[in-house]
């Protein structure tokens, strides 16, 4: 690793740890209670952040395996596979996150919901991407069909999403957009989406720089072997 | 494009030849499906009320896992003695060796359905002759055959073989499911068609993005 990188980390560490103690703090201390549901609400300022974070790391594990595909660059399966492992666990989180808020409120865990389907069922294909790349029988067919599926599986989402949306739905959706977040909610809102999303950044870097070494040792270890 | 046909066509009756003379997917495919729809009939129960509910969801959790298994047995056959190796120096593109298990997949699937279905209709009292339940099966089995062939191809060369097509497969397909199901109860129903039109679209949009996108990548899944 050279200073450019290590430099990079410093920063993204930095502004990564300073935006989560200012998210934690506007969750809990600064945002003011929200009126009708009460401090269960707060959840939402890590639910929303968390499934954008999931959103966006499938949407990076899609591109990361077109160019895998197209170049064969093993960088890009690194980010790849790191982009959809921090993909299933925020999407973990989501489907945890959600039933918490939905008990007191809507009086139920869980409802076959456009929203909440299609988180599941992204979850589900992408376990099965993490199943399909370990019980591969060589890494390199592996990073293959993880691409594969990684692109087949992502161009589904719009296909599960209408779909589950005109059998049943029930989700709050337009709060954030009809203005019914007052500016301290959007603002702690802003931040919290914001720190999670450098931690997803972070954790990418993170797990593709050691997918990386893996490969560069079990290259050394073949070499060796010769 | 003749050519390519002919080539499709040439890969679809191996696997037909192989089937008539083996007689090894079709029969069990089709014994697995009827027992499906017998242990759901058990497990929901029969009423008149309850079978509006259930049937359905009945016929296409047994034609659903029923095509899981002929789907992998479309590629797993092909593993042994390295025939998959044999197919793979055929002098021609992926694409079309896609297309040719694509439509032995599709012609097993849609053999079996044609014995279950009428089965299913005269265990729950329906009315036996649908020609529009027959349009949704055949838009259905084409998504499930589309991605089906695909993961089946990949699904071969992990370890956790047999258990790995569902795992894949299943949670594509949930679009191709739902819309399935939505639009077999008001066929059976006897509903006008506009009730089953939105989901007849979806499969139809379903069947062309797999359909497009599988022949993309399959050459990815086959390589060496």
């Known amino acids: 690793m050279n200073g450019n990188h290590a430099l990079r980390n410093g920063i993204l560490w930095g502004l990564g740890f300073a935006l989560m103690i200012a998210a934690l703090y506007m969750v809990f201390v600064y945002v003011p209670t929200e009126k009708h549901t009460g401090i269960i609400q707060r959840i939402f300022y890590f639910h929303v952040p968390v499934a954008w974070v999931s959103f966006l790391a499938f949407f990076v594990t899609f591109i990361g395996s077109i160019l895998y595909l197209w170049k064969r660059q093993e960088k890009w399966d690194a980010v790849a596979c790191a982009s959809a492992e921090v993909g299933v666990v925020f999407t973990t989180l989501v489907l945890i996150t959600g039933p918490i808020w939905a008990k007191p409120v809507w009086g139920i865990w869980w409802t076959w919901d456009a929203r909440l389907t299609t988180s599941l069922v992204l979850w589900l294909i992408y376990v099965a991407y993490l199943l399909v790349r370990s019980l591969a029988t060589e890494p390199e067919k592996g990073a293959r069909y993880g691409a594969v599926i990684g692109i087949v599986g992502f161009i589904d989402v719009p296909v599960v999403f209408l779909t589950v949306n005109l059998w049943r739905t029930q989700h709050p959706t337009t709060i954030i957009f009809e203005g019914g977040l007052t500016t301290p909610m959007l603002m702690t809102l802003m931040v919290c989406i914001a720190a999670f999303t450098v931690l997803y950044v972070l954790l990418v870097i993170r797990s593709a720089g050691l997918k990386t070494m893996e490969a560069e040792i079990r290259r050394l270890r073949i070499m060796k072997a010769e | ?224």
């Open chain 2, 1 to 224: 494009m003749n050519k390519a046909f002919t080539k499709i066509f040439v890969i679809f009756w191996k696997d037909m030849l192989m089937e008539f003379r083996t007689r090894e997917i079709i029969i069990s495919v089709l014994v697995f499906a009827l027992l499906v729809l017998v242990i759901f009939s058990f497990a929901f129960g029969t009423g008149i009320d309850v079978t509006e509910m259930t049937a359905p969801g009945i016929l296409w959790v047994a034609l659903t896992f029923g095509g899981v298994i002929g789907l992998s047995r479309t590629f797993a056959v092909e593993k042994e003695n390295s025939r998959l190796e044999g197919l793979m120096l055929c002098p021609v593109d992926r694409a079309v060796i896609y297309w040719g298990k694509l439509a032995g997949s599709f012609t097993f699937m849609l053999a079996v359905a044609v014995v279950v279905t009428p089965i299913f209709l005269a265990l729950f009292n329906l009315p036996i002759f649908l020609p529009r339940l027959a349009l949704v099966i055949v838009l259905a089995l084409t998504g499930f055959a589309a991605v089906g062939t695909l993961f089946s191809a990949l699904a071969v060369n992990t370890r956790a073989r047999d258990i790995m097509l569902p795992i894949l497969f299943l949670p594509v397909v949930v679009p191709v499911i739902v819309s399935a199901v939505k639009a077999t109860a008001p066929v059976l129903a006897g509903a006008p068609w506009g009730d089953m039109l939105t989901w007849l679209q979806i499969m139809i949009a379903f069947d062309i993005i797999y359909l497009v996108a599988a022949t993309l990548v399959f050459e990815f899944v086959v390589e060496e």
